[in-house]
């Protein structure tokens, strides 16, 4: 299977140009990207670089089981440094400043969950203002 092809742009002179780029599918990019970034793990939220010395997940761990791999389940994507969001991941951080904005006003809630909920938001909040500035793709 061929992963990639050469195509010809037309100029503005009506000449011919070979696109030199490669185009790869993505079974090849999914390979360059393990070659390049072998701890790099996809999510739904964000992806993780997993630089162990770095990253927030390892912190509550036990000294010597800390380092092999991100605790994706204790990922605080805000705070840590190994994490990278996309603007393919915004969707998932509006829904949840949505959720929680509307859970913070239920009357219900102790002081305690409220404040915890609060937390969270801003952490949320950071998220989904950084990709607001970023501005449309």
């Known amino acids: 299977m061929r992963w990639y092809q050469r195509t010809s742009v037309q100029t ?9 780029a490669q185009i790869a599918d993505e079974r090849v990019e999914e390979a360059l990207l393990a070659d390049e970034f072998p701890n790099l793990y996809l999510g739904t939220i964000n992806h993780c670089m997993f630089d162990a010395p770095q ?8 000294e010597d089981q800390r380092g092999l791999a991100p605790l994706l389940g204790a990922c605080q994507p805000a705070r840590c440094r190994n994490s990278t969001i996309t603007r393919a991941h915004a969707p998932y951080w509006v829904a949840e ?6 859970r913070s006003k239920d009357p219900r809630l102790s002081p305690p969950k409220r ?19 970023e501005g449309p793709a």
């Open 12 to 20: 503005a002179g009506g000449r011919q140009s070979q696109l030199r």
């Open 97 to 102: 400043e949505d959720d929680l904005t509307a």
């Open 55 to 62: 990253a927030e997940c390892q912190d509550e761990l036990p």
């Open 115 to 133: 404040e915890s909920v609060f937390v969270r938001l801003a952490d949320v909040q950071r998220i989904t203002r950084a990709l607001e500035e």
